[in-house]
């Protein structure tokens, strides 16, 4: 499998709407950080749908290998 592109080790802090889904980018390649812009094309990589369950912040992972879904799980720190 192909590992991801590290988009930054940090996670992006992000306002989210109750109900409203997101394309969590999973190849680290998009140019619109944290979400898919398809620069994946071509690639195994799919990007990941998140909705959101409440009006929050959440922190989306920046690295792309949060064991967390698309959100971010610390995973950052041991690379």
């Keep these: 499998m192909t590992k991801p ?3 930054q080790k940090s996670p ?3 306002q989210v709407e109750e109900g ?3 394309s ?3 190849c680290g390649k998009s140019a619109k950080q944290p979400f898919c812009d398809g620069a994946h094309k071509g690639s195994e990589f799919v990007p ?3 909705k ?3 009006t ?3 922190f989306f992972c920046g690295c792309k290998y949060s064991e967390n879904g698309a959100l971010c799980d610390g ?3 041991k690379l």
């Design 5 to 7: 592109h590290i988009a």
């Design 12 to 14: 992006f802090p992000t």
């Design 20 to 22: 409203k889904s997101y």
């Design 24 to 26: 969590w980018c999973t």
């Design 48 to 50: 990941l749908r998140y």
């Design 52 to 54: 959101a369950a409440e």
């Design 56 to 58: 929050t912040q959440v």
């Design 75 to 77: 995973s950052h720190s």
